[in-house]
């Protein structure tokens, strides 16, 4: 389904056409990495890298384009357990990414619903 970082162009293809037949006007592609590394030595404790990137895609005309895109953005976290260092190692890059799309939105002028694109904080610290 993917090339390392990146979606195939079938599948992408396939996805627009499907976006396309629902009337879809934008799609949002995110790409998520997460590396798990052995235990550290002396502590126990797990290392995760956590890699993060988007982009959102403009498929109202006939060649679809990218009119906004974010990462990858990294991040690394060492704690006791898988699920917490996962956790904590998303938090930044995935808000990060969030927050710089929205941005790359508005700055166009693009609006959903009649809404300006607000930053929210997606997960909790």
Known sequence: INQGDKISPL????????????????????ILDIGIKSKVDNNQNREISVSVQSQVWNIQEKLPRVIAAVGPITSDANE?????????ALVDPADSVARNIVDQLNAKNINFLGFELKSIDLISK
């Open 80 to 88: 006791k357990d898988d699920i917490t260092t996962i956790k904590k």
């Open 11 to 30: 599948i992408r293809k396939g996805i627009i056409e499907a976006c396309i037949k629902c009337d879809i006007d934008y799609l949002a592609i995110g």
